[in-house]
């Protein structure tokens, strides 16, 4: 397995009981059962200081502030990006859109843009009490029918492969870490991170990608900015989710996202839902963040928009991430994905020039 036009950063990174908790009237497929079990040591720690690089792009929380925080989250990525490209500067040019228009929600790619035309998706569970159902809803469930639907092939003008089942679901984890309070920071995901890619039976590389789930009641914040995934604290609010591209100088690189409780007004869907609130919530963001490392895995250098003033540096979600009700909740539609239904949010398509569920 490997990236598609991965040229871009290689010159500067060799670059988820039969009913949830989620609400009386949503029925939940069958109990994720975790099968392994990893805990996090010492040497998982050490590497996670020793990282060579990292990129990242966050999904802003649906609450006053955030937008503007989340944008500053990204602009700080695209500045890195931008320093990794000094030695390769051919690698900026962006694709030429045709004139004398252009779809300003467009997105594009420079040359030699990474894309992921395959990959195996493992849910690491951190620190995991009770059921995955009770905490998470089913997110592998989610990810299963994802990777069998019409709807992922929406990527295929974008990788520019259409086989079937290139995105699978492959070994989950429960993490033991102990956390040092309620904030985990971002070197602790890399230690989370290596913890299983450095095992056998994950893997580093594009043939990977991690999702890491956080436990209700713990924050997330960026080491070097006052940004975070933080419900209890509005101030440093920015970011539902991310994801990530982390180079260790051992094993390489290794592409994640970090989806903490989804759960909470400002990156919740709206009620209904077919799925429970708690499971829905938690599937449309997965959605989001998976997504967007098909499309772009190394955060900045894939496909993204580059035309609009107003969108410029969105990724694929990004760009139909819905608005909100009163309550902060995202108005996503509902419709069948691999024939189940999920309350999750739309994806962009060049080819309609619009946020759509079908290819």
């Not at 805990?39 to 690089?53: F, L």
């Not at 040359?111 to 620190?127: E, K, P, R, S």
């Not at 029918?145 to 990527?155: C, Q």
């Amino acid at each position: 397995m490997s990236y598609s036009r991965i040229n871009v950063l290689q010159a500067a990174v060799v670059a988820t009981a039969l009913l949830g908790a989620a609400g009386s009237q949503a029925q939940q497929s069958a109990e994720t059962i975790v099968r392994n079990h990893i805990t996090v040591r010492q040497a998982d720690i050490d590497a996670a200081y020793g990282v060579k690089s990292s990129f990242y792009h966050v999904m802003a929380a649906n609450v006053p502030g955030a937008k503007q925080r989340a944008t500053a989250l990204n602009a700080e990525n695209d500045r890195r990006v931008a320093e990794s490209r000094v030695a390769d500067p051919d690698t900026v040019r962006p694709e030429a859109l045709t004139e004398p228009y252009f779809f300003p929600a467009d997105i594009a790619t420079t040359q030699g843009g990474a894309t992921l035309m395959t990959t195996v998706n493992h849910a690491l569970y951190v620190d995991l009490t009770g059921t995955v159902a009770a905490n998470w809803g089913d997110p592998e469930g989610y990810l299963t029918s994802l990777g069998k639907s019409r709807f992922i092939h929406l990527v295929d003008q974008y990788t520019g492969s259409t086989a079937i089942g290139r995105y699978t679901v492959g070994a989950d984890a429960n993490i033991s870490y102990g956390f040092f309070g309620s904030v985990i920071y971002e070197h602790e995901l890399w230690a989370i991170v290596y913890a299983a890619a450095s095992k056998q039976g994950y893997g580093a590389g594009p043939g990977n990608l991690y999702h890491i789930f956080l436990p209700k009641g713990i924050d997330t914040c960026f080491d070097e900015t006052a940004e975070c995934y933080s419900p209890d604290n509005g101030s440093t609010w920015a970011f539902c989710a991310y994801h990530s591209a982390v180079t260790f100088s051992d094993i390489g690189t290794v592409l994640f996202s970090v989806e903490p409780y989804q759960d909470v007004p400002g990156c919740a869907v709206q009620t209904p839902s077919p799925n429970g609130q708690l499971a829905d919530s938690t599937n449309s963001v997965l959605s989001h963040e998976t997504f967007e490392a098909i499309t772009d895995p190394l955060p900045g250098s894939g496909w993204i928009n580059r035309v609009s003033l107003d969108l410029n540096g969105y990724e694929i979600s990004d760009e139909c991430q819905p608005l909100g009700n009163s309550d902060y909740d995202f108005l996503v539609p509902t419709f069948k994905i691999d024939d189940k239904e999920y309350e999750v949010q739309l994806e962009y398509s060049n080819k309609y020039h619009a946020c759509s569920y079908q290819p």
